[in-house]
């Protein structure tokens, strides 16, 4: 599965859009991004996937460019509850099922500020 | 619905011992996964099952092993724990099992520590 690269941590201010960058340079084409993020001491939780086009839902929006080596994903109206640690993964789906499970590298911590 | 649960939430146990972990997905999925969180290793895949069969698996050594049953609920064992057992062990399940488009649902974890 393809690499990720993040920045180690950001900051953002409560009520403004939080746009966190993922590269995936070596993103392979039926490789999917996936965003998780893990609120301290509770499981990861998924926010939002996509292969290609971008995607919105009621937590984020995820926009992937053109060339697909990188993604950002968009927390519109930042509110405390989401400092959180994010996580940008790509993984396959490979032919017939199955997958390899998710590889988390050492993600994004983002912080709201009050 | 109700969301994936693990049992027990912590536990400590002795080196030497073994441990057993539980882990019900959400009702109606098949797959089940298992993670390993620690500060220096961060989240690392042990394996998956589908189908009571385990399908993938991570690169832990064979004293990390698991089971599925037949409504899909898993255990995970660990035996002759070591120190660096000490972990968060984490459950996810998915509704179609291992294929990109279906994420993961992750439980809240078992906090295991080895003195």
Same mark, same amino acid.
């Given at each position: 599965?393809?690499?990720?690269?993040?920045?180690?941590?950001?900051?953002?201010a409560?009520? /403004?859009a939080?746009?966190?960058?993922?590269?995936h340079?070596?993103?392979?084409?039926?490789?999917?991004?996936?965003?998780?993020?893990q609120?301290?001491?509770?499981?990861?939780?998924?926010?939002?996937?996509?292969?290609?086009?971008?995607?919105?839902?009621?937590?984020?929006s995820?926009?992937?460019?053109?060339?697909?080596?990188s993604?950002t994903?968009?927390?519109?109206?930042?509110?405390? /509850?989401?400092?959180?640690?994010y996580?940008?993964?790509?993984?396959?789906?490979?032919? =017939?099922g =199955?997958a390899?499970?998710?590889?988390?590298?050492?993600?994004?911590h983002?912080?709201?500020?009050? | 619905?109700?969301?994936?649960?693990q049992?027990?939430?912590y536990l400590?146990?002795?080196r030497?011992?073994?441990? @057993?972990?539980?882990?019900?997905?959400?009702s109606?999925?098949r797959?089940?996964?298992w993670?390993?969180? @620690?500060?220096?290793?961060?989240?690392?895949? !042990?394996?998956?099952? *589908?189908s009571?069969?385990?399908? &993938?698996?991570?690169?832990?050594?064979?004293?990390?092993?698991?089971?599925?049953?037949?409504?899909s609920?898993?255990?995970?064992?660990?035996? @002759?724990l070591? !120190?660096?057992?000490?972990? !968060?062990?984490?459950c996810a399940?998915s !509704?179609?099992?291992?294929r990109?488009? &279906?994420?993961? *649902?992750?439980?809240?974890?078992?906090?295991? @520590?080895?003195?």
């Amino acid at each position: 599965d393809a690499k990720t690269t993040q920045p180690t941590s950001m900051d953002c201010a409560e009520g /403004r859009a939080a746009n966190l960058p993922c590269n995936h340079s070596t993103i392979s084409g039926n490789e999917y991004v996936y965003w998780y993020r893990q609120i301290h001491s509770q499981g990861p939780q998924y926010i939002i996937h996509g292969l290609k086009n971008n995607e919105t839902n009621e937590m984020a929006s995820l926009i992937i460019t053109e060339d697909r080596k990188s993604s950002t994903l968009i927390l519109p109206h930042a509110t405390l /509850r989401d400092t959180a640690v994010y996580y940008c993964i790509v993984r396959v789906e490979r032919l =017939g099922g =199955g997958a390899d499970g998710l590889t988390f590298g050492k993600g994004t911590h983002l912080i709201i500020q009050p | 619905k109700a969301g994936v649960t693990q049992t027990p939430r912590y536990l400590i146990k002795t080196r030497g011992q073994q441990v @057993t972990l539980s882990c019900s997905p959400i009702s109606g999925h098949r797959s089940v996964s298992w993670y390993q969180q @620690t500060p220096g290793q961060g989240l690392q895949f !042990l394996f998956e099952y *589908f189908s009571e069969t385990q399908r &993938n698996k991570g690169n832990f050594p064979g004293r990390f092993s698991g089971r599925q049953f037949s409504n899909s609920r898993s255990e995970m064992n660990v035996s @002759t724990l070591e !120190l660096g057992d000490s972990a !968060l062990y984490l459950c996810a399940s998915s !509704l179609e099992g291992g294929r990109a488009r &279906n994420e993961q *649902f992750f439980g809240p974890g078992t906090r295991l @520590t080895v003195l």
